[in-house]
């Protein structure tokens, strides 16, 4: 089963959406399943992997409703409150769908850099392996020591690194985000996206030589059996159409075997997320 791990949908509303900002406008529309499943097709890939947007217990039900009426949605990674006294009987309900597989924060947003390790929220996350819940890091290059924190104290929760830690491609810089990416992969609960790295490059100038020593980096770092691919769409669009970022992995994973190939590009995320086949 060929999986795309990583990408968003949303009926755009300016109020709701208030993080694509000007020069994020080329967002500031609908992107629907439909609109996915023919780039999805065009690439052999039969399914992907919904991740949440907004911070809202409602996107997470609204995308449980697209899970529901499309055959491409294999799983949702929605928002809960975790540090809310209710998020135990919100998990719950949630979990309920076969499809939702996870819960993601948007940690980057958080003033401090320290927030995924702090105990009401190493609390919360605590909550999603009894429901058999993922969850994803979503964190800036200078989050990740507070992400090793986290995974660190949970270590029976598994773990999956968004993007992989947003290095700071554009201006070149690969310490600390190296380092901290190597430690932070020597927790075996964590898994990694590979995704979302042509938005942190030069949007008009990227180049997969320019991406070899992060994407390479992130191999040795955990190794074949611990990558997968997204392509965050549709905020790739900013930066590359769905084709361009599809080939970046493609060719950059051409030396790998073609048992390790199939697993970066959905054997990994569908084992990890629990996805199953719907032909």
């Known amino acids: 089963m060929r999986i795309d791990a990583h990408q968003h949908f949303w009926r755009y509303e300016p109020e709701e959406y208030a993080w694509i900002s000007e020069p994020l ?12 499943q023919p780039l999805l097709a065009a690439h052999g890939i039969d399914g992907c992997v919904a991740v949440q947007a907004r ?4 996107e997470s039900d609204w995308l449980l409703e697209l899970a529901d009426a499309s055959r491409i949605v294999r799983g949702v990674v929605g928002w809960v409150d975790l540090r809310d006294p209710g998020a135990e009987a919100e998990l719950a309900r949630l979990a309920a769908h076969p499809r939702f597989v996870g819960v993601r924060h948007i940690a980057q947003d958080e003033p401090d ?3 995924l390790a702090r105990p009401d929220f190493v609390a919360g ?3 999603l392996a009894p429901h058999g819940l993922r969850y994803d890091l979503l964190v800036y290059e200078r989050q990740l020591p507070a992400a090793i ?3 660190s104290a949970l270590p029976g929760q598994p773990f999956v690194l968004d993007h992989l830690g947003k290095p700071c491609i554009a201006d070149g810089m690969r310490e600390p985000w190296a380092g901290n990416l190597v430690e932070l992969a020597r927790r075996e609960n964590v ?3 590979v995704s979302g790295l042509v938005t942190e490059a030069a949007w008009d100038a990227w180049t997969l030589h320019a991406l070899r020593q992060y994407l390479d980096t992130a191999l040795e770092a955990f190794g074949p059996g611990r990558l997968m691919f997204g392509s965050d769409w549709p905020v790739c669009l900013l930066a590359g159409d769905y084709p361009a970022v599809y080939e970046l992995v493609e060719h ?3 030396a790998l075997s073609t048992a390790e190939r199939a697993a970066l590009f959905g054997g990994n995320a569908a084992r990890f997320y629990g996805l199953t086949r719907e032909d």
Request: glycine share 4%; aromatic share 10%; net charge negative.
């Open 25 to 36: 406008a080329a967002l500031r529309r609908d992107f629907l399943p439909e609109d996915l």
């Open 252 to 254: 950059w994973s051409a």
């Open 149 to 151: 924190e986290l995974v």
């Open 55 to 58: 911070q809202t217990v409602a």
């Open 191 to 193: 898994q990694c996206k």
């Open 125 to 127: 996350v605590a909550k």
């Open 113 to 115: 850099d320290g927030f």
